[in-house]
């Protein structure tokens, strides 16, 4: 099924909303404007004010339909509440799960408040929001959930542990909570995707080498697969995932390494250049 078949048959336009986080860059930015492109009206949640205000305004003018903001640090440990509150005033229809930064390099080169921070946005913020949502929706409003994870969750992933054990939580509550809500109008999509052209790479120092994908295409390939739970953007990666599947645990590891070491060219070898912040 494709997104825009579900959105013409599905989405209440003029009542509800597409929620998405992560909304102003890259693959929640395309994500922003294709449900957009389609006539939904939007809430754009993300942390940088005026990129996340000119992003809104870009939208609503090429597109015509309402945009939303809400500036919100997710490694706040405090702020759930409030967010949800915020949340809680809309009617959500489309919840697009995407908000998230890569920490590439050895588990001791990154301080403790570090790794708060990537559990507190990967972990805390989605699991809170995604309960928001489903405790406010009727049982017979359909919903469409898109959950932005990794290829990297197909194995733990040395030399990004943290990262990955995080996306991996992602994926095993959204699959948990599908199967609890299956007696409801609901379309679940976790989305796998490998390396994508965007800023999460320079902003955690690293450079893409193989394999990359435009963020547009990566988005167009999900929305085109929307029916499927688990959906894997990249071809090469779809052909490698059965792989991961059948290989001893220690292997699957080794592999993952090797690909992260490929695309990304991390210095797999150390612990990583960075000292810990502490
Ligand atoms: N690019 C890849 O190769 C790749 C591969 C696999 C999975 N992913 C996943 O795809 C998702 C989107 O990443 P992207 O590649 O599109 O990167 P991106 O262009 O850097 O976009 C990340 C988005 O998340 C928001 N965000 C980051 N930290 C936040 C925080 N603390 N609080 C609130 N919002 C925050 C950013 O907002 P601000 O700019 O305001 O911080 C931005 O809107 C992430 O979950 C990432 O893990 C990416």
Known sequence: MKANTWVSKHFQKGKQVCLVTGGSS????????SFAAMGCDLVLVSENRTELEAVAKSIAMDYGVEVETITHDFTDPYGAPLLERRISEYRVGIFVSNAGFGMKGGFPAFSGDRY???ISCHVSYPTLLLRRI?????KED???IINVVTINVLAPTPFTAVYTATKAYLLSLFQSVEAEFSDRPYLWHNMLPGTTDTPFHVKQGVIPQAMVMKPEEVVRRSLDNIGKRIFIPNRMDRAIAPIFRILPSGAAMALAKFFLKRRLGVATGTHGAKEPAE
Do not use: K, M, T, W
């Open 26 to 33: 890259g693959i929640g930015l395309n994500y922003a404007r």
């Open 116 to 118: 708060c921070d990537i």
């Open 134 to 138: 489903l405790f406010s929706q009727s």
């Open 142 to 144: 359909p919903l469409l």
